[in-house]
């Protein structure tokens, strides 16, 4: 196992920090909201994958650099510091890793080229109410035809290709599709999403089942752990930064003992939980037995994690955090949604204690 | 290299094949089965004494400390493949030892040559045992503020004081001792001395804690004299050597007293009832769910500082998050068994509760001083928010 990254990740994730930072700060998110984008950003989403960030876990034969799940990690980290909206999860990481693992071959050679070029955005549809429930899943599918219905899918109002989850099968929608009505969600945090429909709708089968539904949704799982540490990291960055420089009683507030202990601690947690993200990533790019156990334990200290961060950061910075005028309103958003997709600390808390047996 | 150290490997692995006793290579059984060493030290088991006597020859007690002060004189990475060795074997440390974790390392750092000459040896070798005289009645976490006087009598020092929450002091062969030697000034008026606890006028109380067991003791001094070559470091220069120590400490400390034989999981199992394969309780299942999850991005977090320290990385400040992140855990667990062992883990002694069971109760009380000893987690949290995080408290 390892933490640390090597040069070639080293490099992707500071070609990512450099060009979110620039090119995609919170403002631009900000602006994308105002303008009632809902998420929507084609000009973004198309210099992102020309840096080759569309393409990160696809294998050079399919048009990507076949670098694996910690670079893909690096990147999802630094975009999640930005809040940087684009389908880069849902896409790069959700779309692609079902196609690996349930991709027929020429379902492979089909999409992955063009998900990885940025030219297709991919998402995965999984829950059909409000809570995650991958297992209870009602869907039909007879004489290839979809019947039935799917939930708040991330990115599903842009997405061109829909891998759909039924309960012990996976299928291909694309969304021009006869039969597929999608309404698109106007989200807290100005992602935007998807409720969607299967009226008869065709759809291509895939490999697998609900095995291999649980592997793909472990590597979301550990990959949105990722892009959470960042949020939670810049949240709890911004917020330090703040007690060195609001003056009250004629001192800096982070000189206060009470304040120092919650920023401690705050620190402390964001360690423990990226350490976790670290090793969860490289679990998959080791593509060790035990990736279930990482991801849920991935995944729940990062909602933990950046939940505690995102409503420190409000309370910390006082009257001015909660105008919408200061972004910590749009980190405390991000992370509420972030922490619901893919189950939250509930849900993985639930799982890791079946799969340690108790 | 990678030659060099399969070499070394296999040698070891022969080495110890060899010279590990069989009763060292099953697991402890209780704190009781823990080797201190020292002058008067009585072991219950003679193959815990060749065992030690053979790392101790080797240098292997302290793998990594030069060998011409009898440590092992080993690489980081021959030491990895060592501690490796000995974890396949199962084989148990061969010394518990405060020389080791605390005084060595800065007797390294700052003692002159006759000094680590005289000491470090016999800390490998386990003949002397160590205590640490830090705190006082009026110094505990404003630690500095400390008291026991050292006045320079021409040729010799002379110690007047009292401390307390010295480690095992009625055990102990010698004591490092922070002494005031200049009364004007705080923290510039502290020196760091070694002091022999059979000097005349040392006297030691053992301190009865809420567990019933008795790790601690006040320390008195009473018009000790002892040589002047005895102050490591230079006068008024203690407190460096001090701080440095801590963190020696800090990073050793990892939650003494708990009943590890039992897993929280397998004793809630036993008491609360499972159906169906998991818990009755759900809301407690829940929370030991959390609590391993906490437990194993604790271990993560530890392994990816010894990566990155291994790396170069300076990870030093980040022993005080671990000692408040490693006493939490710790208090964590042993309140999850308390509770999972209902009133299984409310015994004190006698016939009616098992052995196991009485662990329990007395690890848990024992744990209460995890975020006490060692710095309080209220002074290890001042110093991540003031030495990592760059929080002052005026500006």
Known sequence: MTFTLNDDQRMLKDTARDFFREQAPVTRLRKQRDEKKNGRDPDLWREIAGLGLAGVIIPEEFGGAGLGYVALGAVLEESGRTLVASPLHSSALAGASALLLAGTDAQKQEWLPKIASGEVVATFAIDEGAHHAPGKSKLKFEGGKLTGAKQYVADGHIADLIIVAGADALYLVKADAAGLKRRELVTADSRGAADMKFEGTPAEKMNGGADTIDAILDRARIGLAAEMVGSASEAFEITSEYLKTRRQFGQVIGGFQALQHRAAKLFTDLELTRSCVLAALDAVDRNANDIAEYASLAKARASETVHLASNEMVQLHGGIGMTDVHDAGLYLKRARATEALYGGASFHRDRYASLLGF | ?395
């Open chain 2, 1 to 395: 290299m990678t030659n060099d150290l399969e070499a070394f490997r296999a040698e070891t692995r022969a080495w110890l094949e060899e010279n590990c006793p069989p009763s060292m290579r099953t697991p402890m059984t209780g704190e009781d089965d823990a080797v201190w060493g020292g002058r008067n030290y009585e072991f219950k088991n003679p193959e815990a004494k060749l065992w030690l006597d053979r790392m101790g020859a080797k240098g292997w007690t302290a793998p990594t400390w030069p060998a011409a002060y009898g440590g092992g004189g080993l690489s980081a990475d021959e030491n990895r493949v060592l501690q490796s060795e000995l974890k396949k074997i199962g084989a148990r440390p061969p010394l518990f030892s405060f020389g080791i974790w605390m005084l060595g390392p800065v007797l390294l750092e700052y003692a002159n040559e006759e000094q680590k000459k005289e000491h470090l040896p016999k800390i490998v070798r386990g003949e002397i045992r160590w205590c640490q005289g830090y705190s006082e009645p009026g110094a505990g976490s404003d630690l500095a503020g400390l008291q026991t006087k050292c006045e320079d009598k021409g040729d010799h020092w002379l110690i007047n004081g009292q401390k307390v929450w010295t480690s095992y002091a009625n055990y102990a062969d010698w004591c490092f001792c922070l002494v005031r030697t200049d009364t004007s000034v705080k923290h510039e008026g502290i020196s760091f001395v070694l002091i022999d606890m059979t000097t005349q006028g040392v006297e030691t109380r053992p301190i009865k804690l809420i567990s019933g067991s008795s790790p601690f003791c006040e320390t008195f001094f009473t018009d000790v004299a002892i040589p002047k070559h005895q102050m490591v470091g230079r006068l008024n220069g203690g407190w460096e050597i001090a701080k440095r120590l801590l963190m020696y400490e800090r990073t050793n400390i990892s939650g003494f007293g708990s009943n590890t034989r039992v897993d929280v999981v397998d004793l809630a199992k036993k008491h609360v009832g499972v159906e169906g394969g998991t818990l009755e309780d759900r809301d407690l299942r829940a929370r030991i769910a959390a609590h391993k999850m906490t437990e194993r991005a604790y271990a993560l977090s530890v392994q990816r500082a010894t990566e990155e320290a291994r790396a170069g990385g300076n990870v030093s400040h980040m022993a005080s998050m671990f000692k408040v992140a490693g006493a939490t855990l710790n208090q964590d667990r042993c309140e999850l068994m308390v509770e999972a062992a209902g009133n299984r883990a409310l015994g004190w002694s006698g016939e009616g509760f098992s052995a196991d069971d009485i662990a329990t109760t007395r690890g848990w009380l024992r744990s209460k001083g995890n975020s006490i000893e060692g710095g309080t987690t209220e002074i290890n949290l001042n110093v991540v928010a003031k030495r990592v995080l760059g929080l002052r408290d005026t500006q």
